[in-house]
């Protein structure tokens, strides 16, 4: 993935450093909010509430139905108040990307913090003009018959792809599926990892 690293970045970093320390320095933000709302998205959400629906999903047929048609009922069963969520399966005819091709509109309260290259000019072109070869460099071949589908993300709805479940996983417990069900694979840039392997 390092190759989706603009320029633009080191840009945006800077200025977000000299906001912040001018908001410091005055007094408006309390020295530790920065830090909190980081560690609140980085050990409380993240892709947790994503990958858990996912695993949920993947055991519960009637729940999979739900996070499909109706996705605001399915995440406050799993504790999470969220309306803003589509998900979308993948199949053995569908595969599902997501991407934001306007600026980068993600769904934090479900997936935690975007990766950098979410946010690149390149990924967001790409992802639209040439999804299959942009999925290949990133190391997912999707089979020449299976369509791709592209959803663009916007800030009034994001999207969440479900992925195919991986061979040898029948019988797992959700908290067996859950270390499988990677950020990656929750945007399709990726499959979830192979049973045997986490
Ligand atoms: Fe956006």
Redesign the pocket.
């Known amino acids: 993935m390092g190759k989706f690293h603009p320029n633009v970045d080191k840009y945006v970093v800077s200025r977000v450093r000299a906001l912040e320390s001018i908001l410091l320095d005055r007094g408006i933000l309390p020295a530790d909010a920065v830090d909190r709302i980081v560690q609140m998205y980085e050990s409380d959400t993240g892709p947790q509430y994503g990958a858990r629906a996912v695993a949920k999903a993947w055991t519960n047929p009637t729940f999979k139905r739900r996070l499909l048609t109706n996705s605001t009922a399915a995440l406050s069963e799993l504790g999470l108040e969220y309306d803003q969520l589509i998900v979308v399966e993948n199949t053995d005819a569908v595969h599902n990307l997501v991407v934001?091709t306007?600026?980068?509109?993600y769904p934090w309260p479900v997936l935690g913090f975007p990766p950098n290259w979410y946010k690149s000019p390149a990924y967001r072109a790409r992802a639209v003009s040439e999804p299959r070869a942009l999925l290949k460099e990133l190391g997912l071949e999707v089979p020449s018959e299976r369509e791709i589908r592209v959803w663009d993300?916007?800030?009034e709805m994001r999207y969440m792809v479900l992925p195919q479940k991986p061979d040898g996983v029948d019988g797992f417990t959700e908290e067996r599926l859950l270390p499988l069900i990677t950020r990656d694979s929750l945007i399709g840039v990726a499959t979830p990892l192979p049973a045997g392997g986490a």
């Open positions: 934001c306007l600026c980068s509109c993300s916007s800030s």
